[in-house]
C-alpha cells in the first residue's frame, strides 16, 4: 500500500518533465535545471550528450563521491589525493545484471579509522541503496499530467468556503471560479503547470493557456489560493491590454479587420514630413516623448499589424486632472511600458489599488537602485507582528540565506518595502520590494515575489553587488531588475547608515470601501508629485481591469528607445524574411544591406526582429541575424563575405550540434573554393567521411549556389507551417471576438 502514500505531502517527491528535442535528444527538467540526453552517432543519435542510461550509470558514481566528501569535510580529512572511479561489469548472458565496481584509492596518511569511515560513506550511497532496494514503477497514461494540480480550478465557492484576505474585495473561493469561468467563456483552457512551496507561507505557480503555451503567467502568495488568485488575475489583465502579444505580428485577417487592438482605437496619418499628427498625446505628454522635435510619425506605426499605409493606431486614456480623452500611439506602450501599470481585480477600485501599488513598487525601486539609497531595516518588534513573514524568513536563514527586511517608503512618502537575501555561497545579492498600502501586505509582497518560481538552486544564479556606480544606473540593468529583479545592486545599499529614518506606514483605508479609498490616496501622492495620470478601464471580457500611465514615472524601456530601439524595426524585414527563398537577387542584395546598414546585433534572433514565433528546435527558431546574412551570402555567392560571418558563427555559436557541423564544412570548403590552388576533389572523399554525403551534399550545393537557405522551410506572409506563431493568433483571435461582439451588442 505504499504508493498511495505519495499523494501524502509528508513524502518526498520530484517531479521531473520531459520534453523531445530533435532527432533522438530529450530535455529533463526538474527544479531549476535542466539535463540533455542523447544517444551515440552508432545508435543514431548525434553523440551530442550522455545518453540517459550514462547518466544513470554516473549518478552511482557521483552519490558516492558526494558521501565520501561529506565524510571527510566534516573531519578535516583532505580529499586533494583520493580518487574514485566506478566500472560496470555486465553478465555477457544477461545485459541486466551488472556489478557496480566502485574503487577508491586512499593516499597513505589517512588512519585506519578515517578509511574504515570512508568506506562505510560510500555504503551509505543514496543510489545504491535505491537500486539495491529495488524501485517500482509504474506506468500509466493520464488525460492531464497536472491533473492534481488542476483540482482548485475546480472549486465551487459555497458558504462555507470564504476565505477574505486584505486587499481582495471578494472571497479568494469566489475570485478564482469567477476568473475561471471568464477564461473558459473566451474558450482558453488554463493549464497549472507548476507549484513552488520551499518556505512556509510563500507560495508560487506557473499557468498556462493549453492551446497556446506562450500565453502564460506567474502567481504568488502567502497561500495556495491566495497565489492562483494572483497568476489568473495577472493572465486576465494580460489578455485586456494584449501584453501576450505585445510584439507580435498579428496576421493579415487581423491587420485588416475593422480594428486590431480594440474597437474604440483610431489611427491617425503622419503630417507632412514625418510630423506627429496633431490628435495623439497631449502637451504634457509630448514634452516627455519628443523634447527635440525627433521624434517622428514613422516612429510610431503599428508593430503589429504592420499597416503603415492606415497610419498610427492610437488607443484612448482619460486624463485624470480634468478627465479628457488623450490618444497614445499602441506603439509607444508597447515599447516603454510593458506591463508596469496594468491590473485586473474583482473591481476596478482593486484593479486600481494593484496597477498604482505595483508602479509605486518599481519607479522606488529604480530611484533606490539607481541612486544607491541605504534603507533602513524594520525592527525586529515590527516584524514580530507578522509571525508569517518571520517563519518564512527564518526557513530562509536557516537554509544559509541571510535576510534583510528594509523600509522601501523613503521617509514614509510611498507604500513600498524591500526583503533582500544574500547568498553566501556565491556572493551574490536579490533584492525584492512589494508595495501594497498596507504595511503586512507590501511586506509578504516583497517576500513572496523574491521566492516567486525559484528553488533554493535557482538563488544560485544572482549576482553579486558592486562598487560601481555606472554598472548600477546603466539602463538595462533596470530593465533587468523589471523582468525578474535579478539585475545588479550597489555595495552602498547595504550599508548601516541608513538615509532614511524607518516609518510604519500605513495608507490603507476603512474597511467598508478599503480600495476605492487606497486608490484616491495612492493618486493623490502622484498628484502631490506633480505627475498627470492617464487610464483605460476594460469590462470587455467581464472582469474589471485597467492600465494605468504615469508618463516620466512609469516607464521601463528609455524614451530614446522609440527612435533608435523601436520594435517596429520588424516592417523593415518582415515581408522579406518570411518570402526569403522566393526573393532575387537584387532583392536579397537589398535585404542584406539593410541588414549591415541597420547595425542591429548579430547575435540578435530572427524571433526578436520581425516579431514571428518559430518551432525552437527548428533552424528558424534558432536563427540569428548573423546566420541569416551569412545564407543571403551563400545564395549571393559572395563567398569571402560568407566565410568572415562563418568565422564569427563558429567562434560563438550557441547552436545545435548538426548546424554547428554544418558550418564547420562550409567554412572548410569555402577555403578551398577561395584558394586558387586548392581542389575541392581532392578533398571531397575525405570531408564526406568527416561529415557524412548528406551533410557535404548541402555544404556543396550551399556553397555553389544550386541549394540556397539549407535548413529554412519555406513560408509566407500567411505564416503557412509556423504552427508555435499560428497558435498564438488563434489565441489572439478568441480576444478579438469577444471584443467585437461586446462592441456589436452595446
Not at 560510500?122 to 493520464?142: H, L, S, Y
Not at 564547420?664 to 568527416?690: K, P
Amino acid at each position: 500500500m505504499w504508493p498511495a502514500n505519495l499523494s501524502n505531502p509528508g513524502v518526498s517527491s520530484m517531479e521531473i518533465n520531459v520534453n523531445f528535442l530533435d532527432n533522438l535528444r530529450l530535455e529533463a527538467k526538474f527544479d531549476d535545471f535542466t539535463v540533455i540526453t542523447d544517444q551515440p552517432i552508432r545508435y543514431k543519435g548525434d553523440g551530442s550528450a550522455p545518453s540517459p542510461f550514462d547518466y544513470f550509470l554516473a549518478s552511482s558514481a557521483l552519490c558516492a563521491a558526494y558521501f565520501v566528501r561529506v565524510y571527510c569535510l566534516a573531519r578535516d580529512v583532505p580529499t586533494d589525493n583520493i580518487r574514485l572511479s566506478q566500472n560496470n561489469i555486465v553478465d555477457p548472458e544477461n545485459r541486466y545484471n551488472q556489478i557496480f565496481k566502485i574503487q577508491v584509492e586512499l593516499p597513505e596518511d589517512i588512519s585506519a579509522k578515517d578509511r574504515q569511515g570512508i568506506l562505510r560513506s560510500i555504503d551509505r550511497c543514496t543510489v545504491k541503496k535505491v537500486v539495491q532496494t529495488g524501485p517500482e514503477f509504474e506506468i500509466e497514461v493520464v488525460e492531464n499530467l497536472a491533473e492534481d494540480a488542476q483540482a482548485l480550478l475546480m472549486v465551487k465557492p459555497d458558504a462555507e468556503h470564504r476565505t477574505f484576505i486584505e486587499g481582495k474585495d471578494l472571497p479568494l473561493e469566489q475570485t478564482i471560479a469567477n476568473m475561471t469561468k471568464i477564461l473558459a467563456d473566451l474558450g482558453m483552457k488554463i493549464e497549472i503547470a507548476s507549484w513552488r512551496n520551499i518556505v512556509p507561507h510563500v507560495w508560487s505557480l506557473h499557468i498556462r493557456d493549453a492551446a497556446s503555451p506562450m500565453c502564460f503567467t506567474n502567481g504568488k502568495g502567502a497561500t495556495k489560493e491566495a497565489a492562483l488568485c494572483s497568476a489568473l488575475g495577472e493572465f486576465i489583465e494580460r489578455l485586456n491590454c494584449n501584453f501576450f502579444y505585445n510584439d507580435q505580428y498579428f496576421g493579415e485577417e487581423i491587420a485588416h479587420s475593422e480594428f486590431v487592438h480594440y474597437p474604440n482605437e483610431r489611427w491617425f496619418q503622419p503630417g507632412a514630413g514625418d510630423a506627429l499628427p496633431a490628435e495623439i498625446l497631449d502637451d504634457y505628454t509630448l514634452a516627455i516623448y519628443n523634447p527635440e522635435g525627433e521624434l517622428g510619425g514613422s516612429n510610431l506605426i503599428d508593430t503589429n499589424s504592420g499597416r503603415i499605409d492606415r497610419g498610427i493606431c492610437s488607443l484612448p486614456f482619460v486624463r485624470r486632472s480634468d478627465g479628457e480623452v488623450v490618444y497614445f500611439p499602441s506603439n509607444l506602450i508597447e515599447n516603454l511600458f510593458l506591463s508596469n501599470g496594468m491590473s485586473a481585480g474583482n473591481t476596478l477600485a482593486e484593479a486600481q489599488v494593484q496597477c498604482l501599488s505595483e508602479i509605486f513598487e518599481r519607479a522606488v525601486k529604480k530611484e533606490i537602485i539607481e541612486q544607491e539609497i541605504a534603507l533602513p531595516d524594520v525592527p525586529q518588534e515590527v516584524l514580530a507582528k507578522y509571525p508569517h513573514i518571520v517563519e518564512g524568513i527564518a526557513e530562509l536563514e536557516k537554509q544559509g540565506f541571510p535576510v534583510l527586511v528594509k523600509d522601501a517608503s523613503l521617509g514614509g512618502r510611498f507604500p513600498v518595502m524591500c526583503v533582500t537575501l544574500m547568498n553566501p555561497r556565491t556572493g551574490g545579492v536579490f533584492a525584492s520590494f512589494g508595495a501594497h498600502p498596507s504595511f503586512q501586505v507590501a511586506l509578504e509582497r516583497s517576500l513572496t515575489e523574491l521566492l516567486q518560481g525559484r528553488s533554493f538552486e535557482g538563488l544560485n544564479d544572482v549576482p553579486p553587488p558592486t562598487f560601481n556606480s555606472m554598472a548600477v544606473q546603466e539602463p538595462n540593468n533596470f530593465v533587468e531588475h523589471f523582468i525578474d529583479s535579478t539585475g545588479v545592486v550597489s555595495w552602498r545599499f547595504f550599508s548601516a547608515s541608513a538615509e532614511y529614518e524607518f516609518v510604519e506606514w500605513d495608507f490603507s483605508g476603512a474597511h467598508q470601501d478599503s480600495n476605492q479609498t487606497e486608490a484616491e490616496r495612492l493618486l493623490q501622492i502622484l498628484d502631490d508629485m506633480g505627475r498627470e495620470v492617464y487610464m483605460a478601464e476594460y469590462d470587455d471580457l467581464g472582469a474589471p481591469a485597467c492600465r494605468i500611465l504615469v508618463p516620466g514615472y512609469s516607464e521601463v524601456y528609455p524614451v530614446e528607445d522609440l527612435i533608435w530601439d523601436n520594435t517596429n524595426k520588424a516592417l523593415d524585414f518582415r515581408e522579406d524574411i518570411l518570402n526569403l527563398q522566393r526573393l532575387s537577387d537584387s532583392a536579397l542584395e537589398a535585404l542584406v544591406e539593410r541588414l549591415e546598414e541597420s547595425q542591429l546585433d548579430n547575435y540578435e534572433t530572427i524571433i526578436s526582429l520581425i516579431g514571428v514565433e518559430f518551432d525552437e528546435n527548428t533552424v528558424w527558431g534558432q536563427l540569428t541575424i548573423l546566420e541569416l546574412k551569412l545564407l543571403i551570402y551563400l545564395a549571393l555567392q559572395r563567398h569571402e563575405e560568407a566565410l568572415e560571418l562563418v568565422e564569427m558563427f563558429l567562434q560563438y555559436n550557441d547552436n545545435t550540434v548538426e548546424r554547428g557541423l554544418f558550418y564547420r564544412a562550409v567554412n572548410a570548403v569555402l577555403e578551398i573554393a577561395l584558394d586558387d590552388e586548392l581542389e575541392l576533389g581532392d578533398y571531397l572523399q575525405n570531408l564526406q567521411r568527416m561529415f557524412g554525403e548528406e551533410v557535404m551534399q548541402a555544404v556543396v550545393g550551399s556553397v555553389n549556389g544550386t541549394l540556397r537557405f539549407h535548413g529554412l522551410t519555406p513560408t509566407n506572409m500567411q505564416l503557412q507551417g509556423l504552427d508555435k506563431h499560428l497558435r498564438l493568433i488563434e489565441s489572439y483571435k478568441k480576444l478579438h471576438a469577444a471584443r467585437a461582439a461586446r462592441h456589436q451588442s452595446a
